[in-house]
């Protein structure tokens, strides 16, 4: 299994582009969720998905979109990127409902000039 | 509303000697809790985690934490620390909610360097 894999590794945008960040796991895992890593704050929830079809907010959801139309993909769209999302972000998935582990991708390291 | 407080920021140890992190948490509920390591440039992974069995946790590399209810607390030990332990280190707490099981909230990190 490939477990967890996040495409790009790196990404430079300008200000106003938009984009989307790609997250596939391979382990039918029915739960995925994205963070945000910045320094001194741990990660920070965006988005996340109990299933396909299924999305809901996390704590910092504003300028960012997610679709979850597989079990495996779960895409994550800045609409119009802001210096504010230069970031480190992760995707993670679980199988369990309950407070299983999670697995978590290589990230994606995000610069917005 | 749960949240979770790593007390120092930055924890410098000598190869061999004990290693302690310190992690507080506060939740309404009964929480779950992890240790996770994120070695540089790397995803994170877990070391191990409380789910109300028994309250001392042993997980991978020899690390071991805690619970103490009494004290809202989640420490992180490991008796002898090596070189490979140079990482971060996040604090985390699950919450309980039904369908919100897997909404994790981390602490703010602690960042380990061990020296020769």
């Known amino acids: 299994n490939a477990g967890v894999t996040q495409t790009p590794k790196f990404q430079v945008l300008k200000t106003g582009q938009s984009m989307t960040l790609q997250c596939a796991q391979d382990m039918n895992h029915e739960y995925m969720s994205w963070y945000r890593q910045d320094p001194g704050m741990g990660l920070r929830l965006i988005h996340y998905s109990v299933g396909a079809g299924i999305t809901d907010q996390g704590e910092v959801p504003n300028g960012y979109n997610v679709s979850r139309s597989t079990t495996e993909d779960f895409p994550l769209r800045l609409l119009s990127a802001a210096p504010s999302q230069t970031s480190v972000y992760f995707c993670?998935?679980?199988?369990?409902?309950?407070?299983?582990?999670?697995?978590f991708g290589p990230g994606t390291r995000l610069t917005v000039t | 509303a749960q949240s979770v407080t790593q007390l120092d920021s930055h924890v410098s140890v000598s190869e061999g000697t004990p290693v302690l992190l310190r992690c507080n948490y506060s939740?309404?509920?009964?929480?779950?809790l992890f240790w996770y390591v994120q070695h540089p440039n790397k995803g994170l992974q877990l070391l191990l985690k409380y789910t109300s069995a028994a309250t001392l946790v042993k997980g991978i590399n020899g690390f071991e934490a805690e619970f103490k209810k009494s004290e809202t607390s989640f420490h992180l030990t490991k008796p002898s620390a090596h070189m490979s332990d140079a990482a971060e280190y996040f604090c985390v707490v699950s919450d309980p909610g039904k369908a919100a099981g897997n909404k994790l909230t981390f602490g703010g990190g602690t960042r380990v360097l061990v020296k020769p």
């Open positions: 939740s309404s509920y009964s929480p779950s």
């Open positions: 993670a998935s679980t199988r369990a409902r309950g407070p299983g582990e999670q697995y």
